[in-house]
């Protein structure tokens, strides 16, 4: 019993011993043994094959720019490339989700799975491959093996410069746009200082940028849009050109008008055009130049930057300063207001300079290609500054409603392209100034049983409302200056008199003088 213990016993160590070595040779031969072999085949390969190999890893390690690692962006772009090839032509697919995108998920080839590509007539081929690594150095019975995914790239040696000067920049442009086009759009909005030391807490807050304004629904004259429309467009493509002239890559448009007349809407139709997003600033809520400088480091290219109603937001005009200096002397007059002064001064410190700065300074070139849009109602308050020109690149007035921007309207609203009181209403939109949100708001079928002509004739109804209420105002004001000009003549008339009975008082008073004087003498 004993001896069969023993027996047993060493029959275990023995095996244990085996295993011990067998996982010591194991490890030798997947390491370092194995590493030599494919180092010294493959350098043997390569001297015999006409082919080259590029590996683009899905992941790269520490730079200066970031810690640990970081998902390459030319292997994303790769990913982005070969998935519609990829889809088309591979056996094994991964769905795989991409984040901010308008797309539910991108399809891309499995391990092992190849598709070719052609360029210019070259032919080429794309592996996604996978390679293991024993990340654990030390001896161990379970090594942890690390996957690491790359995109093989193989062609013929002939094309080497062609490929590494022309194709592979190709492909990752190409990558980076198809990203771009099916990424979801933003609306961002500035959050306040007080809340960006918070943890995580970020100087904008973004929404998806779902607005559905298009050129073609934003009822204006053709002719205009179609120039804004080229602007725009030739803008997006001068990149080249920008360059070229030394010229930082942004635009500044000054939308102006009365409310309701499109300005936001034009705004959302420029985006959705240019795919571009949209950081809406709230002036008031910047403290200082500084916060505002910081604010557009943090934008990014392809966007547009909007400063609505721009006479509000800040004591940027002229006009208001004059008013405001009025006041403040006023208030400087006022001995209760002179005993407060000097507690806390509560007016914003971004000053005109910083906003030109910001729209025309060193930093606005950063970060890509960017578009200013400013809007007012009231363009002639604003500072020349402001709006000289070579600051502002274009003008857009947005304007009441004529006959076109109607029937785009009529087209939008009811789907019609004519009607038999198209005419009274065109003649009517001569005489009156209406606001295209007024005319939309008409043209709205408000329930079911409500047709395009029951729309068209309270559009008719409106207009001769407003075309009286514009009549009554005329003779009212007619009648007020009527009035004021009689009451200034009537003022001279009086002041003439007085003068008059003055002089006339006078003369009396001299010749009585002259008398005096007469009879003395
Ligand atoms: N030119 C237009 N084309 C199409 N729709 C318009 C136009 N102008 C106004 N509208 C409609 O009227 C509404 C108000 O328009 P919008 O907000 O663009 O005007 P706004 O000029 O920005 O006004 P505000 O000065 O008050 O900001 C929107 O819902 C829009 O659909
Ligand atoms: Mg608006």
């Not at 043994?33 to 520490?62: H, M, N, Q």
């Not at 094994?92 to 190849?114: C, R, W």
């Not at 190409?174 to 961002?188: D, H």
């Amino acid at each position: 019993m004993m001896m069969a213990e023993i027996w047993s016993l060493g029959g275990s160590l023995q095996i244990a011993t085996i295993v011990f070595l067998w996982k010591i040779l194991e490890n030798y031969f997947s390491g370092h043994l194995r590493r030599s072999i494919i180092s010294y085949g493959t350098k043997l390969a390569s001297l015999v094959s006409p082919y080259i190999y590029i590996k683009f890893p899905e992941f790269v390690g520490d730079s200066e720019e970031y810690v640990g690692v970081k998902r390459s962006d030319a292997y994303a772009a790769i990913e982005t490339y070969l998935s519609g090839k990829s889809s088309r032509e591979a056996k094994y697919l991964k769905a795989i989700d991409v984040k901010d995108s308008s797309q539910p998920v991108q399809l891309s080839m499995d391990e092992n799975e190849g598709v070719t590509d052609e360029f210019e007539g070259i032919k080429l081929s794309w592996v996604a491959k996978k390679e293991y690594t024993i990340t654990q150095q030390s001896f161990s019975f379970n090594p942890q093996m690390d996957e690491k995914r790359y995109y093989e790239l193989t062609f013929h040696k002939s094309h080497r410069d062609f490929v590494n000067g022309t194709y592979i920049n190709h492909v990752i442009q190409k990558g980076k746009a198809i990203t771009v086009s099916n990424r979801q759009r933003k609306l961002y909005t500035n959050n306040p200082s007080q809340s960006w030391e918070r943890y995580r807490a970020r100087k904008w807050s973004h929404a998806t940028f779902e607005h559905p304004k298009t050129f073609d629904t934003l009822a204006m004259e053709s002719k205009k849009k179609l120039e804004i429309v080229n602007d725009l467009e030739n803008f997006s493509k001068g990149k080249d050109y920008h360059k070229k002239i030394g010229k930082a890559w942004k635009r500044g448009y000054l939308l102006y008008g009365p409310p309701g007349t499109g300005k936001s809407s034009m705004i959302a139709a420029m985006a959705n055009h240019l795919e571009y997003d949209i950081y809406d600033l709230e002036l008031t809520t910047v403290k200082n130049n500084t916060e505002l400088r910081k604010l557009l480091i943090e934008t990014t290219g392809k966007s547009i930057i909007v400063i609505e109603d721009i006479d509000c937001s800040l004591d940027l005009t002229g006009q208001r300063k004059k008013e405001k200096k009025k006041a403040k002397d006023e208030e400087a007059n006022n001995p209760i207001t002179k005993m407060t002064k000097g507690e806390e001064d509560s007016d914003s410190k971004v000053t005109l300079s910083g906003l030109l700065n910001f729209t025309d300074g060193l930093w606005s070139a950063i970060g890509g290609e960017k578009i200013f849009v400013f809007t007012t109602n009231y363009v002639e308050r604003l500072d020349p500054a402001l709006i000289r020109r070579g600051r502002m690149d274009m003008y857009i007035e947005l304007s009441y409603c004529g006959f076109e921007a109607f029937k785009v309207l009529a087209k939008n609203y009811l789907d019609i392209d004519s009607h038999p009181l198209f005419a009274t209403i065109g003649h009517l939109l001569e005489e009156t100034n209406i606001t295209p949100a007024e005319v939309a708001e008409k043209l709205m079928p408000k329930c079911m049983n409500e047709d395009a002509e029951t729309c068209l004739k309270k559009l008719i109804e409106a207009l001769e409302t407003a075309k009286d209420e514009a009549k009554m105002k005329a003779e009212e004001e007619a009648r007020l200056k009527v009035e004021t000009e009689e009451k200034e003549k009537q003022e001279d008339a009086l002041e003439d008199v007085k003068v008059d009975g003055s002089l006339a008082k006078v003369k009396e008073n001299c010749v009585g003088v002259v008398k005096d004087n007469g009879a003395t003498a």
